[in-house]
C-alpha cells in the first residue's frame, strides 16, 4: 500500500525536478514494503510522507508521537538506508515530525510521473456502506477505499490466474446467481486483493447506488470486538448485513476466534438467503485454514474456488509492459525480460522493482540498460532466510501457521497432523539454514539423523506435484523473512 503526501512541499535545491518528494517517498516506502510483514507497514507507515527536503535533510511527517517514536528507534536505518540508495547518497540526516496532513493543492502532472498513489486507509468503523464518489476519483465503501486503479482493464491475464479471472467477471456480471460464495485463494501479492476491488468497482461502473463493503478480516474481527465492548452490535450487523456485496480480504485471520467465526457465519447466512454477493481471499484453500469451524468450511466450499498461482515469465513480462504503460516509462524488451527472469515469485515485488528502477533512472538522468539494471536487482533475488532466524523461530512459525502447540510438534506422536508441520521443519532446516541431520534430529525432540533425512527427501520430492505443499512451504519462509 501505497500513501499519498502533499503535492506541494520545500525541496532541496539539488533534488531533479523530474522526481518530486512523493515519488521519492513512494519509492522508499516500496523498498521497506518488501523488508516487512503487511501489518507492520500498515501499522507504522500509514499516514506518513515527506514534508520537506533541503540541504541534504528530510523531514518526515508522522500522524503521532507513538509513531515518531518507534520509527526513530526501530526502523529509521532501513528508512535511511533505502532514501540515500535512491537519491545516490543525497540524503544525510532524516527527522521524524507529527504533522498533520494538509489539502494537496491541484498537482501538475510531470513527465514520467506516476499515476497517483493508493489512497490510505480510513479508520472510522461503521461508516455508511452507501458508496460515493470522492474529489480524487477514489470510490469509497464500507470501511476501506475501492482503488480505480482495481479494474479488469488491466488486470493482466495468465494461465495461472485466468479461472479467478473469469470467476470475477461472472460474479461482477451477474451478483448473488453466479458463484456464490466466490472463494479466490493464492499466495501473497498474486493479485487477489486486486480481483475483490475489480469486482466491487465493475459494480459500481454499472449501478452507482449499489452498496458495497470492502474489509479486511483483520479489520472485520477487530470491529466486532469494537462492537462487543461498546454494546454496538445491532449497528455492526446492521453495517454488515445490508449490502449487496461483501468483499473480505485474508479472510484465514478468522482461524481460531471462536466468536468471531460464529458472528461471520450468522453474516454469512444473512447474506446468502437474500442472494447477496459474498467473495472471500485467502492465502490458502479452506480445508488448509487451521480451526475453521466445519460450518463455515462447508459454506466457503459450496460456491465457486478459484486459486491464483505464481505467474510465468510471459506473464510477468506482460505486467511490467502494462505497468510501465501507465506510468508513461518505456523500458527495452530485453530489460523486461531481464526483470521478469529475476523476479518470480509476486507481482507486488514485481512492482516494487519497478518502481524502484524507474525512481533510480530519472533521479540519476540517465538512461536504463542491462548493467544498471542488474546492480538494482540484487536486493530482489530469491532471498534466503536470515542468519540470525533460530531454529525456535522456525519450529514456532511452523506450529503457528498450522495451529499447532510446540510441545506436540516435538513430542513423539506420529499422527498426520503433526508429522507433516514435522517433516517440512525438517526440510527448511536442511534447505535453507544449512543445519546438519544430526542437529536437526537433536532440535525436533532428539530424533535420529535417519528421520531427519527422509523428512527431507519426502518434502523434497511430493514439493514437485503437491502445489498446496508448495504454497504452505513458501508462506511459511515469508512469515519467516518477515520476522
Known amino acids: 500500500m501505497r500513501y ?35 501489518a507492520n507497514f500498515t501499522t507504522w507507515f500509514k499516514n506518513t510522507f515527506i514534508a520537506s527536503f533541503e540541504n541534504g535533510q528530510i523531514n518526515v511527517a508522522v500522524p503521532n508521537t507513538f509513531t515518531k517514536a518507534w520509527l526513530e528507534k526501530k526502523y529509521h536505518r532501513d528508512i535511511l538506508n533505502s532514501l540515500q540508495t535512491i537519491t545516490a547518497n543525497g540524503v544525510r540526516t532524516i527527522i521524524y515530525r507529527v504533522e498533520t496532513r494538509q489539502p494537496s493543492p491541484i498537482h501538475v502532472r510531470m513527465p514520467n510521473e506516476p499515476l497517483e498513489p493508493e489512497p490510505f486507509v480510513d479508520e472510522q468503523p461503521f461508516r455508511t456502506e452507501e458508496a460515493a464518489q470522492t474529489s480524487s476519483g477514489e ?27 473469469a470467476a470475477s467477471q461472472a460474479v461482477a456480471t451477474q451478483p448473488g446467481t453466479t458463484y456464490n460464495p466466490l472463494f479466490i485463494y493464492g ?38 470486538i469494537d462492537a462487543i465492548r ?13 449490502v449487496d456485496l461483501l468483499l ?56 465457486m474456488m478459484a486459486d491464483v498461482g505464481t505467474p510465468d515469465l510471459e506473464t510477468r513480462v506482460a505486467i511490467l509492459e502494462a ?24 507481482i507486488r515485488e514485481l512492482e516494487g522493482a519497478l518502481t524502484k528502477i524507474i525512481a533510480y533512472h530519472q533521479f540519476k538522468n540517465v538512461q536504463p540498460s542491462l548493467e544498471t539494471i542488474a546492480s538494482l536487482l540484487t536486493s530482489f533475488q530469491p532471498t534466503q532466510l536470515k542468519k540470525t532466524i533460530t531454529p525456535r523461530q522456525l519450529i514456532q512459525a511452523v506450529a503457528s501457521y498450522y495451529d499447532l502447540q510446540i510441545p506436540d510438534l516435538l513430542g513423539k ?25 544430526p542437529s536437526i534430529g537433536n532440535e525436533l525432540g532428539g530424533r535420529d539423523h535417519t528421520t531427519a533425512m527422509h523428512a527431507y527427501g519426502k518434502i523434497q520430492t511430493n514439493l514437485k506435484s503437491d502445489e498446496k505443499l508448495q504454497r504452505d512451504v513458501e508462506l511459511i519462509k515469508q512469515r519467516l523473512m518477515a520476522i
Not at 467473495?279 to 484453500?285: E, K, N, T
Not at 510501465?324 to 525480460?337: A, G, P, S, V
Request: glycine share 6%; charged share 25%; hydrophobic share 35%.
Open 187 to 224: 499466495g501473497v501479492g498474486l493479485g487477489k486483493t486486486h480481483l475483490l476491488q475489480a469486482i466491487g468497482n465493475e459494480l459500481l461502473r454499472r449501478n452507482k447506488t449499489t452498496r458495497i463493503m470492502y474489509v479486511t478480516c483483520e479489520r472485520f474481527t477487530n470491529e466486532f
Open 139 to 165: 470510490r469509497t465503501t464500507g470501511d476501506l477505499t475501492l482503488n480505480p486503479r482495481y479494474n479488469f482493464t488491466n488486470f493482466v491475464v495468465g494461465k495461472t490466474n485466468e479461472l479467478a479471472h
Open 413 to 437: 506422536s506420529r499422527e498426520k497432523r503433526l508429522a507433516l508441520p514435522r517433516q517440512i521443519v525438517m526440510f527448511i532446516m536442511r534447505e535453507e539454514m544449512k543445519t546438519s541431520y
Open 4 to 38: 499519498d503526501a502533499p503535492a506541494q512541499v520545500p525541496v532541496d535545491e539539488h533534488f531533479p525536478c523530474f522526481m518530486n518528494t512523493n515519488e521519492l517517498w513512494q519509492s522508499a516506502l516500496g523498498e521497506l514494503e518488501l523488508k516487512l510483514s503487511k
Open 230 to 242: 461498546t454494546g454496538k452490535g445491532h449497528e455492526f450487523k446492521d453495517c454488515y448485513r445490508n
Open 323 to 346: 505497468k510501465c504503460k501507465e506510468r508513461t516509462y518505456f523500458l527495452e524488451k530485453d530489460i523486461l525480460h531481464h526483470i521478469a527472469g529475476a523476479i518470480q515469485s509476486n
Open 248 to 303: 473480505i480480504d485474508d479472510i484465514q485471520f478468522i482461524t481460531s476466534k471462536e466468536r468471531t467465526q460464529e458472528e461471520f457465519f450468522h453474516t454469512f447466512n444473512a447474506l446468502h438467503q437474500r442472494n447477496k454477493q459474498i467473495v472471500l481471499s485467502s492465502d490458502r484453500p479452506p480445508k488448509a485454514i487451521p480451526g475453521l469451524e466445519n460450518r463455515l468450511l462447508s459454506r466457503f466450499e459450496s460456491g
